[in-house]
C-alpha cells in the first residue's frame, strides 16, 4: 500500500551546510496497517510524513502509495498535525467542510451529513455550530480527525497528534483514535514521542535514529485487537516498551 | 490674562462657532470637496495594497525588487512632492488623490504583509495536501488570517487619508477645507480656520470609527480578536 524504498531527503541549512534529514529508508506499509514512528527529535519523522504526504519531494529514492509515485499531495490522504490547525473564524461545520471546498467537491445535504456523522463518532455531536475556540484543546483535536476523514481517505497521517493535550485527554485519545479505525479502517502512518502510546496503538513500531535520519528497527506488536490500556500491565507489552526505550537510549534491551 | 489674547491669534470657541454658523454653506461645501479627495485616496489606497502586499507575500523575489521602492516612495516628503506632482499630473482631482494615496498606503501595504505571513505554517500545509491552488491558499487561508491586521492597517490609513487631502490641497486647490485654512489665515479670519480644524479632525475620528464598525459587522471575530487593541 505504502512502500518508501531507498528514500533520502537533505536539507540546506542557512549557513549553506547540507543536512540529511533521512537515509536511504525502507517501509513497507500494508493496507490498514496502524504503524508509528518514533525516535529521538531530528531523526526525520515529520520530514518521513511529510514525504508520505507528498508535502516535500525527496532528495533520492521514492514513495509509491496505492501503486503511484507520489510527486505531487495525494487526495486520499489526510493530515492531523499537533495542534488542531482549525480556522478561528470558522464554524466546527465549516472546519470540516474544508477539504471538500479546498477539493473542488461539492458541499451539500450529504457533505452536511457526514460532517455530523463523524462528530457524532467522535462525540461532538452538539458542536456542529461551534467556534474552535469554544471547546478544549481534546476537543478541537478531535474534530481536526474529524476533518482528516471528511474526504474519507484511504490513509491517515498524523503527526503528533495528542502531543499537546495534557495526559489524561492523551490516553482517552488514543482509545478514541483506535475505535475511529475499527469503524472506519485507515492505514495509519503516526509519529510519537510516546513509546508506550505507539505499542498500545500499533501494529508496528518504526525505531528510528537521529543524524542521519535511519530506521533502527521495525517492531511487531502482534497484541490482539481491541487494545485496552489493561494490555499495558502484560510482560510481552511491558518488553517491547523497554526494548523500545533500549533501542532509542542506547541502553541494554533488558535490564 | 489669557482672554485677553486677541482673536487673530486663538479665537475662543464660542467666536468660532459663530463664525461657523454664519458660514454654514461654505464650510459644507469644503467639507464635501474634502471628505471626496480622501475616499479617493483612501480607496485607492486600499486597492493598490492589498495586491501589492500578496505579490510581496508571494515572492522572495518580488519582496526584494518591490520593498525597497516602497521604503523610498515613503522618505520623499509628501509635502514637498505635491507641487512637483501638480505639474506632472495637473492642477486636478487626480493629483490630489494621488498625494492622498502615496501619504496614506504604505502602513497598510505593512499591515496586510504582515497579516498575511500569520497564517500558521501547518494549516497551509494542509492546504496545500488537498491540492489547493496558491489563489485558493490566499483566499481560504492567508487573507482571513490577516482580516485583523488589514484592518488595523484601514485604521491607520484612513486616518493618514485626511491627512494626506489636506497637504494636497495646501498645495493644489480651489476648494476644500485645507485650501479653505490657507485663503481664511492669509485674511486673519482665525476662527474660520479653526472650524475647517475642528471639522477635520471629526471627519478623522468619525472616518476611523466607520472603519471600527465595518470590522464589527463583517468579521465579528476579527474584532474580538485583536482590534480592540486598537478601536
Known amino acids: 500500500m505504502i512502500a518508501l524504498r531507498n528514500l533520502s531527503r537533505r536539507f540546506e541549512s542557512s549557513d549553506g551546510s547540507v543536512i540529511q534529514a533521512l537515509d536511504s529508508v525502507n517501509i513497507e506499509i500494508g493496507r490498514h496497517e496502524f504503524v508509528s514512528l518514533v525516535g529521538p527529535s531530528g531523526c526525520g519523522k515529520s520530514t518521513l510524513l ?8 525527496p532528495s533520492s529514492g521514492e514513495v509509491e502509495v496505492g501503486g503511484e509515485i507520489v510527486t505531487t499531495p495525494r487526495v486520499d490522504t489526510g493530515l492531523v498535525f499537533q495542534s488542531p490547525t482549525l480556522l478561528p473564524w470558522a464554524s ?33 455531536g452538539g458542536c456542529a455550530y461551534k467556534r474552535p475556540s469554544e471547546l478544549s484543546g481534546g476537543m478541537q483535536q478531535r474534530a481536526a480527525i474529524c476533518r482528516a476523514l471528511m474526504h474519507d481517505p484511504e490513509t491517515l497521517l498524523m503527526d503528533e497528534p495528542f502531543g499537546a493535550l495534557d495526559a489524561l485527554t492523551r490516553e482517552e485519545m488514543s482509545l478514541e483514535l483506535l475505535r475511529i479505525c475499527a469503524e472506519r479502517p485507515k492505514t495509519v502512518v503516526f509519529v510519537t514521542h510516546s513509546i508506550v502510546e505507539a505499542v498500545l496503538l500499533s501494529d508496528r513500531v518504526v525505531v528510528m535514529s537521529a543524524g542521519p535520519g535511519q ?18 500491565r502484560k510482560n510481552d507489552f511491558q518488553d517491547r516498551v523497554e526494548h523500545i526505550r533500549g533501542l532509542i537510549f542506547g541502553k ?4 | 490674562m489669557f482672554f485677553d489674547l486677541p482673536v487673530y491669534l486663538l479665537p475662543a470657541p464660542s467666536v468660532i462657532w459663530e463664525a461657523s454658523l454664519e458660514k454654514p454653506g461654505t464650510l459644507l461645501g469644503h467639507t464635501v470637496v474634502t471628505l471626496r479627495t480622501v475616499l479617493l485616496g483612501f480607496f485607492a489606497s486600499v486597492l493598490i495594497s492589498l495586491p501589492l502586499a500578496v505579490v510581496i ?13 516602497l521604503v523610498l516612495t515613503q522618505s520623499i516628503p509628501k509635502v514637498a512632492l505635491a507641487p512637483i506632482l501638480v505639474i506632472a499630473l495637473g492642477a486636478n482631482e487626480l493629483t490630489r488623490t494621488v498625494v492622498t494615496f502615496l501619504v496614506a498606503f504604505f502602513p497598510l501595504v505593512i499591515a496586510v504583509a504582515t497579516g498575511l505571513m500569520t497564517a500558521p505554517k501547518e494549516l ?54 485645507g485650501y479653505y485654512i490657507v485663503t481664511s489665515t492669509a485674511f486673519f479670519e482665525t476662527p474660520l480656520a479653526f472650524s475647517a480644524l475642528i471639522i477635520l479632525s471629526f471627519m478623522g475620528v468619525l472616518l476611523f470609527q466607520l472603519v471600527c464598525i465595518l470590522e464589527r459587522r463583517l468579521f465579528p471575530w476579527s474584532a474580538g480578536a485583536g482590534g480592540q487593541l486598537i478601536a
Open chain 2, 57 to 69: 507575500t508571494s515572492s522572495q523575489w518580488l519582496a526584494n525588487v518591490i520593498y525597497p521602492l
Open chain 1, 92 to 124: 466546527i461545520e465549516e472546519n470540516l467542510l474544508f477539504p471538500l471546498r479546498m477539493l473542488h467537491r461539492p458541499v451539500d445535504a450529504a457533505a452536511r451529513q457526514t460532517a455530523s456523522e463523524l462528530l457524532e463518532l467522535v462525540g461532538l
Open chain 2, 124 to 177: 497551509i500545509e494542509l492546504g496545500r495536501s488537498y491540492r489547493g491552488s496558491a489563489w485558493q491558499i490566499i483566499v481560504r487561508i492567508k487573507l482571513p488570517y490577516a482580516i485583523p491586521m488589514i484592518f488595523s492597517g484601514l485604521k491607520v490609513a484612513v486616518t493618514l487619508s485626511v491627512v494626506g487631502a489636506v497637504v494636497a490641497e495646501f498645495v493644489n486647490a480651489d476648494a476644500g477645507l
Open chain 1, 215 to 232: 530506521v533502527q528497527e521495525i517492531i511487531e506488536i502482534p497484541m490482539p485487537r481491541p487494545r485496552t490500556f489493561s494490555m499495558e
Open chain 1, 252 to 255: 541494554p534491551a533488558v535490564a
Open chain 1, 50 to 57: 511529510r514525504l508520505i504526504a507528498g508535502l516535500l519531494p
